[in-house]
């Protein structure tokens, strides 16, 4: 134990079995005891050094894969964030003692990520188990040439494994395409009256199988008014995206008939309950009225829409925020407020994508949204959402989607 508590160093040194900390660029940065004295490699020759350039593939065998099969288990880990168990492996070593002299070795390695606050991959954890002595065990216990047989089964084994991980990436990408072209397909750029300015952006999460159900909306109103809305489905993938399409298009034709957006929302609670996967689904409408010059606006669940006013002020329409959709057992009329604005003001709908990060509060996300609209409020609303986008998403690219509006009032 450290005077701040555990020594987590010591304890990594320590831990029974092969473990390696590797940098996303797949250069060792870390291994542990078990790791140096197995490996038959001295701290020097790993720590620093590009993974496949201590490693490489053993060049007298041919049919050798132990490179490209644990390069795609670690790129899928930095890609996906997800944790990858690879199928048995040959991977042979080249002798520390006799240069040029390869071992035959068999390895069962599973690669893990370490993320950082924003859920980025900042390190792989690359444990491995060596399963030599067992395969030669096996084949030393079998008569004849059984052994050769058994080498040969696992071998073929091993490969199938291998097929059905890349099958079900495949797969897996696949469904992210097919997600994406509905999402664009059901969220199109509005068409709207000339003397309205207004912006629209949506942003896919990172990774193979984030796509989500995040959604916006214009509709134009009679009497020079009109509703503004996003929504947020609970999920990832297809499904989340067919709810998405449903609910959008519910919300969007009670906007239509509705006397406010709190009605509209009461509609669309009351048609959630009937739709799989719509329960906690998070919405927020504004109704907007040029003549009167003021805004309605109601919440279920959803972050507040952010005004932005010419003087640079920034004001939150959080007055009237009520529970997701489905989250009461009886239905409840949901609350709206009301709100003034002047020409020239801006208003802004977003989904949890922009501001929300890990490990931080939901304030410290709305601050740095206030600031930014500060900073770029009188520059089109094309711009400020470009502007928006660049300033609060992380480079790498979000773990959420992103839905955005921007519109001049």
Same mark, same amino acid.
Not at 119 to 148: C, F, K, N, P, Y
């Given at each position: 134990?450290?005077?701040?508590?555990?020594?987590?160093?010591?304890?990594?040194?320590?831990?029974?079995?092969?473990?390696?900390?590797?940098?996303?660029?797949?250069?060792?940065?870390?291994?542990?005891?078990?790791?140096?004295?197995?490996?038959?490699?001295?701290?020097?020759? #790993?720590?620093?050094?590009? =993974?496949? /350039?201590?490693?490489?593939?053993?060049?007298?065998? +041919?049919? *050798?894969? &132990?490179?490209? !099969?644990?390069?795609?288990?670690?790129?899928?880990?930095?890609?996906?964030?997800?944790?990858?168990?690879?199928?048995?492996?040959?991977?042979?070593?080249?002798?520390?003692?006799?240069?040029?002299?390869?071992?035959?070795?068999?390895?069962?390695?599973?690669?893990?990520?370490?993320?950082?606050?924003?859920?980025?991959?900042?390190?792989?954890?690359?444990?491995?188990?060596?399963?030599?002595?067992?395969?030669?065990?096996?084949?030393?216990?079998?008569?004849?040439?059984?052994?050769?047989?058994?080498?040969?089964?696992?071998?073929?084994?091993?490969?199938?494994?291998?097929?059905?991980?890349?099958?079900?990436?495949?797969?897996?990408?696949?469904?992210?395409?097919?997600?994406?072209?509905?999402?664009?397909?059901? #969220?199109?750029?509005?068409? =709207?009256? /000339?003397?309205?300015?207004?912006?629209?952006?949506? +942003?896919? *999460?990172? &990774?193979?199988? !984030?796509?989500?159900?995040?959604?916006?909306?214009?509709?134009?109103?009679?009497?020079?008014?009109?509703?503004?809305?996003?929504?947020?489905?609970?999920?990832?993938?297809?499904?989340?995206?067919?709810?998405?399409?449903?609910?959008?298009?519910?919300?969007?034709?009670?906007?239509?008939?509705?006397?406010?957006?709190?009605?509209?929302?009461?509609?669309?609670?009351?048609?959630?309950?009937?739709?799989?996967?719509?329960?906690?689904?998070?919405?927020?409408?504004?109704?907007?009225?040029?003549?009167?010059?003021?805004?309605?606006?109601?919440?279920?669940?959803?972050?507040?829409?952010?005004?932005?006013?010419?003087?640079?002020?920034?004001?939150?329409?959080?007055?009237?925020?009520?529970?997701?959709?489905?989250?009461?057992?009886?239905?409840?009329?949901?609350?709206?407020?009301?709100?003034?604005?002047?020409?020239?003001?801006?208003?802004?709908?977003?989904?949890?994508?922009?501001?929300?990060?890990?490990?931080?509060?939901?304030?410290?996300?709305?601050?740095?949204?206030?600031?930014?609209?500060?900073?770029?409020?009188?520059?089109?609303?094309?711009?400020?959402?470009?502007?928006?986008?660049?300033?609060?998403?992380?480079?790498?690219?979000?773990?959420?989607?992103?839905?955005?509006?921007?519109?001049?009032?």
């Amino acid at each position: 134990m450290s005077q701040g508590g555990i020594d987590y160093q010591a304890v990594f040194l320590a831990l029974p079995g092969m473990v390696a900390l590797l940098t996303p660029d797949l250069v060792y940065a870390d291994a542990n005891e078990d790791f140096v004295g197995n490996s038959g490699r001295s701290r020097e020759e #790993l720590i620093g050094r590009y =993974l496949f /350039d201590v490693f490489p593939d053993n060049p007298n065998d +041919r049919t *050798a894969t &132990g490179v490209r !099969n644990l390069e795609a288990s670690l790129r899928r880990v930095l890609a996906t964030g997800e944790r990858d168990t690879m199928a048995l492996q040959r991977y042979d070593v080249q002798s520390s003692q006799r240069p040029g002299e390869w071992e035959e070795r068999y390895w069962s390695p599973i690669n893990a990520p370490i993320l950082d606050a924003e859920g980025h991959v900042v390190l792989l954890v690359h444990r491995v188990e060596d399963v030599t002595e067992l395969i030669h065990a096996r084949g030393r216990a079998a008569a004849g040439g059984r052994s050769q047989v058994m080498e040969a089964e696992l071998y073929t084994r091993s490969r199938e494994l291998q097929d059905v991980n890349e099958r079900l990436r495949l797969a897996h990408a696949r469904e992210r395409e097919i997600a994406l072209a509905l999402q664009e397909a059901m #969220l199109p750029v509005p068409h =709207l009256a /000339d003397h309205h300015q207004a912006a629209v952006r949506y +942003r896919p *999460a990172v &990774g193979a199988l !984030n796509v989500c159900g995040d959604w916006y909306d214009l509709v134009e109103l009679p009497g020079d008014r009109m509703a503004v809305a996003v929504g947020d489905v609970v999920g990832h993938g297809l499904a989340a995206a067919c709810v998405m399409g449903q609910l959008r298009s519910a919300l969007s034709a009670a906007s239509r008939v509705a006397a406010g957006p709190a009605q509209a929302l009461d509609v669309l609670g009351l048609y959630a309950r009937a739709v799989d996967g719509a329960e906690s689904t998070t919405a927020a409408s504004v109704h907007i009225d040029w003549t009167s010059h003021t805004l309605a606006y109601s919440s279920a669940g959803h972050l507040p829409p952010a005004l932005a006013r010419a003087d640079g002020t920034v004001v939150f329409l959080d007055q009237a925020t009520d529970p997701p959709l489905g989250a009461r057992p009886e239905h409840v009329p949901r609350p709206q407020a009301g709100h003034a604005f002047t020409s020239g003001d801006t208003l802004v709908l977003y989904t949890d994508g922009l501001i929300e990060r890990r490990h931080e509060d939901i304030g410290t996300g709305l601050d740095r949204l206030a600031r930014s609209l500060a900073a770029h409020r009188t520059l089109p609303p094309d711009h400020i959402a470009d502007a928006l986008l660049l300033d609060l998403l992380p480079t790498p690219g979000a773990t959420d989607d992103t839905a955005l509006v921007v519109l001049r009032l």
